[in-house]
């Protein structure tokens, strides 16, 4: 049988151990072992079949096969491979949602993310994997069974524990090791834990033995080489004889390996020190990644002074029960999904449970408030980074304060502060999801509802919802008036005031924008809010003619950002300076401040801020004469508006450089060839498009290092520099009471 070949991966281990990202294939950090003949199998199964699924006992191996797989394939696959890690999904309403996130999709509309699914792999060469899905096994079955039946061209590569039993899934159950691949993967992780280990005469039997007793599964080879650090093979050996003996009596209707791989696991723990086992237990709590500040907050207690879990952590990676993991937001840590459960399981039997998931609900709504603080600072970029590898964790602490009817504000409070994220970094479905969701719950208007009421009101207006927005928008502004919150008065203000710029209500737009700014004064407010409101002003006096007056707004805005290292607002104003000097003749000026907007845009996955640019980078390229580009980009910018919502708004006065662009391409290359580069814009995704755009085409080069970032140098701490949270009284934000 033929072998797969492609580019070599560095995957770390053996189940789940990767580093996710957003789109596309995750990074595999260490060497993968073995596999050969399943891998050639599976590969040949996605030849004939559309469905394939990977299943087998957790620890045997399935993620790193079916990530390994889709690497090797990847440029099979015209439009790409995403991956979807399912395992630390809490709520089964999210399910589409993360699929979206895996294959890189961002929508701003109100529309369900199955149908924005739908859309995208209509008609795309995709493979999709998905990893981890046992606890929402129906719903994913549902959703692979549309999405097959209404893209014919996708394929998908399931791994999990049970088939999902859709018609046409073909499985690949997974076997363990066989011995000479066990032996190698024992080697090589033994070899990282104690340099110098090689597979001598003296001790191959040895430590084939070791395998043979551990029946081949990788997750229970790699607790053992773990060990190495301490042990020689030989007292593994006869260590794994007593813990065999001792770690039996399952349920005799579980499946064998079953029973083996809880025996090896149970091996593992009873190898642990009692503190290394409260840790592991208390670690338990997290869903997905988590860090040390957070592990000595939440874990450090009775038994585990934080000051001592540091060293624990330490000793439980070397055990491999703790995975390391290098990200944006810098180095993470992790239990495999197996490793999770089984803590979770002794967690429970301590009576602890439900303290250490209130002191994570605590940590995650502290992380929240700081976050926001920061998100006003040079470290605004960190922030996103942050926050996009604790989604999980915040999901969890918000259903975790959805369970008490005392605790409701808090999940409003957390869903409502959040909003940077769900505005800035392009999550406005998910961040919908979570406001209505949060909203639904009674609750009086204290700070923390009106809070989640002004927020949902923000996310309806970029999503084109007027109707959304003004309920949620007049009841946040009832609900201050008679509680006397002057700051959510000020918010609701506002963003009545940018719901009526984006209908072209021009005039009440100004004189909204200006109480609003008059009431963030007045509280003492001074925000990306804040300074959003002044550049929206900007805009609304470029609407009305005053080009002087909204460049000195934008201006002062710029300002302000750069002594506070405020990236993702200036790029707003630096459009509407871009559209100012467009507008008076200086188109020089003008492209430079455009590519400063669209490259930060894209590196906040603001797909509004980088559309909106992109239509008016069109426009100044159609101006400067090249009428065939211009029009490549706004084909482009018309195939990501609706990702965003309505094109434009459905504003005569935002669709202005739009209707302008097309009058000057169309007379210049006519309908057909002007219709032509519409079509070939249209065909490129967000991100070429925005490549093409910043490298400047055919025409106009650009200093890719300056460009392409958006961000000065030194703009930006180095990724980890974040504050320790606190949970604490806030006043006048809409804070918790803890």
Excluded at 474 to 479: K, L, N, Y
Excluded at 599 to 606: C, I, M, Q, V
Aim: charged fraction near 25%; hydrophobic fraction near 40%; include cysteine.
């Amino acid at each position: 049988m033929r072998r797969l070949q492609g580019r070599p991966p560095e995957p770390d281990d053996q189940d789940s151990g990767h580093a996710p990202r957003r789109g596309g294939l995750p990074a595999e950090l260490s060497s993968f072992v073995g596999r050969h003949d399943d891998l050639t199998a599976v590969g040949a199964l996605l030849e004939e079949s559309r469905l394939v699924t990977v299943v087998g006992v957790g620890g045997i191996g399935k993620t790193r096969c079916a990530v390994r797989i889709a690497s090797l394939l990847e440029k099979r696959y015209c439009h790409g491979v995403g991956v979807a890690d399912l395992a630390g999904l809490g709520d089964s309403d999210l399910l589409e949602h993360a699929v979206a996130d895996a294959l890189g999709l961002t929508d701003h509309t109100r529309r369900p993310p199955r149908t924005i699914l739908l859309e995208h792999l209509a008609d795309r060469e995709v493979l999709l994997v998905l990893d981890g899905y046992e606890q929402h096994v129906d719903a994913c079955a549902g959703l692979v069974r549309e999405l097959l039946r209404r893209a014919p061209r996708l394929r998908v590569l399931a791994a999990g524990r049970l088939p999902l039993r859709v018609d046409g899934e073909v499985l690949h159950p997974l076997a363990p090791m066989g011995g000479e691949d066990a032996l190698e993967l024992f080697a090589a992780r033994a070899g990282a834990v104690r340099p110098g280990f090689a597979l001598t005469d003296a001790v191959r039997e040895t430590v084939r033995e070791l395998c043979r007793r551990l029946d081949g599964i990788p997750l229970a080879l790699e607790l053992a080489a773990g060990r190495m650090r301490a042990l020689a093979p030989e007292q593994i050996l006869q260590r794994l004889d007593d813990r065999f003996r001792l770690l039996t009596g399952g349920s005799r209707s579980a499946p064998a390996r079953h029973q083996t791989l809880r025996t090896a696991i149970g091996w593992s723990h009873e190898l642990c020190a009692p503190v290394e086992r409260l840790l592991w237990a208390r670690l338990s709590v997290f869903a997905g990644q988590f860090d040390l500040e957070a592990a000595e907050y939440i874990c450090g207690g009775p038994g585990l002074p934080a000051d001592t879990v540091l060293d624990v952590l330490d000793a439980l990676i070397a055990q491999s029960v703790v995975l390391r993991e290098d990200s944006p937001a810098g180095t993470r840590y992790r239990l495999l999904d197996t490793i999770r459960e089984y803590g979770a399981q002794w967690l429970s039997a301590t009576g602890d449970a439900e303290r250490l998931r209130r002191r994570h609900r605590d940590w995650f709504l502290g992380l929240a408030t700081w976050c926001e603080l920061d998100w006003f600072s040079p470290r605004q970029e960190v922030v996103a980074a942050r926050v996009e590898c604790e989604l999980p964790n915040l999901r969890r602490a918000m259903e975790c304060s959805m369970e008490s009817s005392d605790e409701i504000h808090l999940a409003q409070y957390l869903a409502g502060t959040l909003w940077y994220f769900w505005v800035g970094c392009g999550r406005l479905a998910e961040g919908r999801y979570w406001l209505e969701h949060v909203l639904d719950e009674d609750a009086t208007h204290d700070p923390s509802r009106l809070k989640a009421q002004w927020v949902l009101g923000y996310v309806a207006v970029l999503q084109g919802d007027t109707i959304g927005a003004i309920a949620a928008l007049q009841d946040c502004r009832e609900g201050a008036e008679q509680s006397g919150d002057d700051a959510a008065a000020a918010y609701a203000v506002h963003r009545t005031g940018c719901l009526a710029l984006v209908t072209d209500d021009v005039v009440r737009a100004e004189e909204l924008l200006r109480d609003a700014l008059a009431r963030y004064r007045e509280v003492g407010e001074l925000n990306s809010n804040v300074l959003m409101a002044q550049v929206e002003l900007g805009m609304a006096r470029v609407f009305q003619g005053d080009l002087e007056d909204a460049a000195a707004h934008c201006r002062e805005v710029e300002e302000v950002c750069d002594d506070h290292g405020e990236r993702w607002v200036r790029a707003y104003a630096l459009y509407v300076l871009a559209f100012v000097a467009l507008r008076e003749g200086r188109p020089g000026p003008s492209r430079r401040m455009v590519l400063e907007a669209l490259a930060t845009g894209h590196r906040f996955h603001d797909p509004l801020g980088s559309v909106l640019s992109l239509e008016l980078l069109a426009l100044l390229t159609a101006v400067e004469g090249d009428a065939a580009e211009a029009a490549v980009l706004q084909g482009a910018a018309s195939a990501i508006w609706p990702s965003v919502g309505v094109p434009v708004f459905g504003s005569a006065h935002y669709g202005t450089p739009r209707a302008e662009c097309a009058g000057l391409a169309r007379a210049e290359l006519g309908d057909d060839a002007y219709g032509a580069a519409l079509r070939a814009g249209a065909l490129l995704d967000y991100d070429t498009a925005v490549r093409r755009a910043l490298t400047g085409g055919r025409r106009h080069p650009v200093d890719a290092s300056s460009s392409a970032e958006g961000l000065p140098p030194g703009g930006v701490p180095a990724a980890g520099e974040t504050r320790r949270p606190a949970a604490s009284r806030m006043t006048g934000r809409g804070g918790p009471e803890l």
